[in-house]
Nanobody, 124 residues
């Protein structure tokens, strides 16, 4: 069993940067691929970024490529999402998710554990 707790969300202005974190419980964190998803107001939850167990493979949805960076620290059981050049369209609740597999995946059903989410609001 893995428990995930996100933190670091907040209210920022367009063009600002923000880093959200996800702390995981459990001793096998390094065995899991980790993903970030987001749910904008009134919309479905969507894929944002994924990182494999070692951090050697990362991928992003097109709308955040070159602006967002996913990383992980297996010694701290934590995954991060650094968000730069934020836009109002990035406003959403951001969720981290863990997958009981080392490889990357892009759909919600591929992930086994979810955090409670952290709100990111970008004002124009």
């Amino acid at each position: 069993q893995v428990q995930l707790v996100e933190s670091g969300g907040g209210l920022v202005q367009a063009g600002d940067s923000l880093r959200v974190s996800c702390a995981a419980s459990g001793r096998t964190f390094s065995n899991y691929a980790m993903g970030w998803f987001r749910q904008p107001p009134g919309k479905e939850r969507e894929f944002v970024a994924v990182i494999n167990w070692s951090g050697g493979i990362k991928d992003y949805t097109d709308s955040v490529k070159s602006r967002f960076t996913i990383s992980r620290d297996n010694a701290k059981n934590t995954v991060y999402l650094q968000m730069n050049s934020l836009k109002p369209d990035d406003t959403a609740v951001y969720f981290c998710a863990a997958r009981r597999s080392a490889g990357v995946a892009y759909t919600r059903s591929d992930y086994n554990y979810w955090g409670q989410g952290t709100q990111v609001t970008v004002s124009s």
